[in-house]
């Protein structure tokens, strides 16, 4: 499985951001994914997750009501739309998957990650 990711940026406080995952493999429909983020000097965290038929999400309680995870199996793509960016949403922005059916809620479950996409957002 490799996974691509796409659609960060720069962006003003207040603004939105559309990322998109890329997956190649035969194995993405039937497999959970998530986005996580890395700030600068931070350790890497869960934004939001999203089981494989996309009836279960989960977000960190700093973006509830702000992003929103979706899939598309048939393109075998993950999307995290962002609104209402803060400076604070800054950061490399990872999309990763899981094997099996439950939401990933923490690193240590994610099975496969993609290469990071720079979200920056002024004040």
């Known amino acids: 499985v490799q996974l691509q990711a796409s659609g960060g940026g720069l962006v003003q406080a207040g603004g939105s951001l559309r990322l998109s995952c890329a997956a190649s493999?035969?194995?993405?429909?039937?497999?959970?994914m998530g986005w996580f983020r890395q700030a600068p000097g931070k350790d890497r965290e869960f934004v939001a997750g999203i089981s494989w038929g996309g009836g279960s999400t989960s977000y960190a309680n700093s973006v509830k009501g702000r992003f929103t995870i979706s899939r598309d199996n048939a393109k075998k793509s993950v999307y995290l739309q962002m609104n209402s960016l803060k400076p604070e949403d800054t950061a490399v922005y990872f999309c990763?998957?899981?094997?099996?059916?439950?939401?990933?809620?923490?690193?240590?479950?994610?099975?496969?990650w993609g290469k990071g996409t720079q979200v920056t957002v002024s004040s």
């Open positions: 990763a998957l899981k094997y099996g059916y439950g939401v990933p809620t923490t690193d240590n479950v994610i099975d496969y």
């Open positions: 493999g035969r194995a993405f429909s039937t497999n959970a």
